[in-house]
């Protein structure tokens, strides 16, 4: 465990954090990926028992909000103590038939981040395959897949998201497509993909639920020209507006990745609100184009989760991940898409 995640579970056992909370605040957004039924691909997702406790957990200590609202009340100036808003990035199946039924019984509000291009084609995203491949195939495949992609046969899922930022702008190439593809014919399809048009109107009819762009192809916005980061948030964003209600228009950075062009992009495409992955709370005074995210999966605790909402704990967790803003590749990059375990 990190120095910070050492002193962060002293704070929390002595109770030092709770009484910080009171004096400084406490509040923030949090980020989920799929909710599966059970652990798989931990450092991304969670399971269903997890999720359930964290909802729970957060509906319990937190009042929560529409993302909507708690963009609103940062722009009118208003507290955002004690406030917190869930999202889902990539719109998977799991949101609708694992999150919706646990969010609609306590009441709380969420945005899913859909990526177009995904939901228009039933195309799965690479990192679960790659990680479905581990699990599922020999060790022998698996290792050539990730040796050919990381360079280093026993990468964890950081390397391999670094490389692939690094090497693909966040897209696999067609030579590694291939090569997934072959893997893929002896062992069934990875059992996590993003809704459907038919399957995001169904999550829509439930009021709580609202809508924003995580681009058309899920690229690593960093690297592409200012002209293609609009276009890829133009077109989603418009995607969505033509086929659901209460698209808002936010956007969740994929990979939690974004530079200063990436903000001139936005601003072309009319977007409102910009979201990373630092992995820290959001206090009342966050930039709206910058606004950092807890991004949470099964290796994190409720604990842990609270101990991330803290305002106290911003600077311990910015100091953790060697970084504050802007969030490049190469620079905390892997922190986005799978939180490091953290068991404070």
């Known amino acids: 465990m990190s120095l910070a995640g050492r002193v962060a579970g002293v704070l929390n056992r002595s109770g030092i954090l709770e009484a910080l909370d009171r004096m400084l605040g406490a509040g923030g957004i949090v980020a989920y990926h799929a909710v599966t039924p059970e652990p798989l691909l931990t450092a991304i997702h969670l399971s269903l028992p997890a999720f359930r406790a964290q909802a729970e957990f957060l509906a319990a200590h937190y009042r929560v909000i529409p993302l909507e609202e ?5 722009a009118a ?50 990192w679960d395959r790659l ?42 190439t067609a030579d590694f497509e291939a090569q997934l593809a072959a893997a893929e014919q002896v062992i069934d399809p990875v059992p996590l993909a ?23 192809s899920h690229p690593a916005l960093p690297y592409l020209p200012v002209e293609e980061q609009a276009r890829e948030l133009r077109e989603c964003t418009e995607w969505l507006e033509a086929r659901l209600p209460r698209v808002r228009r936010f956007v969740a950075y994929p990979y939690g990745l974004y530079d200063r062009t990436t903000v001139e992009a936005m601003r072309a495409a009319g977007l409102a609100a910009g979201f990373s992955l630092a992995g820290r709370a959001a206090t009342s005074h966050f930039h709206p184009f910058t606004c950092p995210r807890v991004g949470v999966a099964e290796a994190n605790t409720t604990t842990s989760l609270r101990t991330h909402l803290s305002w106290a704990a911003i600077p311990l967790i910015a100091l953790r991940n ?3 803003h802007p969030r490049l590749p190469g620079r905390g990059a892997g922190r986005g898409l799978s939180p490091e375990p953290d068991r404070t």
């Not at 708690?70 to 940062?74: D, L, M």
């Not at 694992?98 to 084609?121: I, K, N, Q």
């Not at 280093?152 to 696999?172: E, F, N």
């Not at 459907?196 to 829509?204: C, I, K, R, V």
Request: hydrophobic share 45%; glycine share 10%; aromatic share 8%.
């Open 131 to 172: 990680g479905w491949i581990g699990l599922k195939a020999e060790a022998s495949v698996a290792r050539r897949l990730i040796a050919q992609l990381a360079g280093d046969p026993a990468a964890d899922q950081h390397h391999i998201l670094h490389a692939v930022v690094g090497q693909s702008r966040g897209r696999l």
């Open 70 to 74: 708690f963009v609103r009340r940062r």
């Open 77 to 126: 100036g208003q507290s955002l103590r004690g406030c917190v808003a869930l999202t889902f990035d990539d719109a998977y199946t799991g949101v609708r038939d694992l999150a919706l039924p646990v969010l609609e019984r306590l009441g709380l509000p969420a945005t899913v981040f859909v990526a177009s291009a995904y939901s228009a084609s039933g195309k799965r995203y690479w």
């Open 322 to 324: 060697r970084e504050w």
């Open 194 to 216: 993003a809704l459907d048009e038919p399957g995001l109107a169904e999550l829509a009819r439930s009021p709580l639920i609202e809508f924003g762009c995580h681009t058309v």
